[in-house]
């Protein structure tokens, strides 16, 4: 060992350290301790954080909702009353006026009614017939539309010819039906 000679050598320089590659570039180690962190207080941070979101939501409730407001005018609350009573009464009054309508159409078809039935007895009682006699007269409208009505179309086709017969099985083509073979199936 002799042979092996030492030198230092001093350039001035500091001594140039080797840069080492650094360990855990894919940052492996942040997940491994989320993963420990969650496993150990996994409970606790969902609780924590669904009171936060409950926080949340009720303050955004209190600071959408309207501030209280000052009671109303007494004198504006007297005047919509008023108003709404004078609808109350107008909306009543018409009411009043169509039933007072409506009774006096009831009492004249009543009135007519009783004439044509003292007629039918009077015609019964001098032996005429009444059925002709006791048609109620009717009005050109009504008239017009009546016999638009029952006029009978000419034009009609039957559905189906006269000889036509379901039980039959006619005329079906390759559309019949068959009943099934009697006895046991035939299968294994």
């Not at 919509?80 to 109350?88: F, G, N, P, S, V």
């Not at 009978?152 to 390759?174: C, E």
Request: hydrophobic share 30%.
């Amino acid at each position: 060992m002799d042979d092996v000679e030492i030198t230092d050598v001093d350039d001035g320089d500091w001594p140039q350290m080797e840069k080492a590659p650094i360990k855990n570039q894919d940052l492996s180690f942040l997940s491994r301790s989320a993963g420990d962190i969650l496993s150990e207080y996994g409970w606790y941070l969902m609780a924590v954080t669904v009171l936060v979101y409950l926080l949340i939501q009720h303050l955004s409730k209190r600071r959408s909702s309207p501030p209280p407001q000052t009671p109303p005018d007494a004198a504006l609350v007297a005047r919509k009353q008023e108003a709404m009573e004078a609808a109350r009464r107008r909306m009543q009054e018409e009411l009043d006026a169509k039933a007072a309508i409506y009774r006096e159409k009831q009492i004249q078809q009543e009135q007519e009614k009783r004439r044509q039935k003292i007629e039918m007895w009077e015609s019964v009682q001098q032996g005429k017939s009444y059925k002709g006699a006791t048609k109620p007269p009717q009005s050109n409208e009504e008239a017009s539309s009546s016999t638009a009505v029952l006029k009978p179309k000419t034009d009609k086709k039957p559905l189906r010819s006269a000889d036509y017969n379901p039980l039959a099985g006619q005329g079906g083509g390759s559309c019949s039906w068959r009943p099934g073979r009697r006895g046991p199936s035939a299968g294994g």
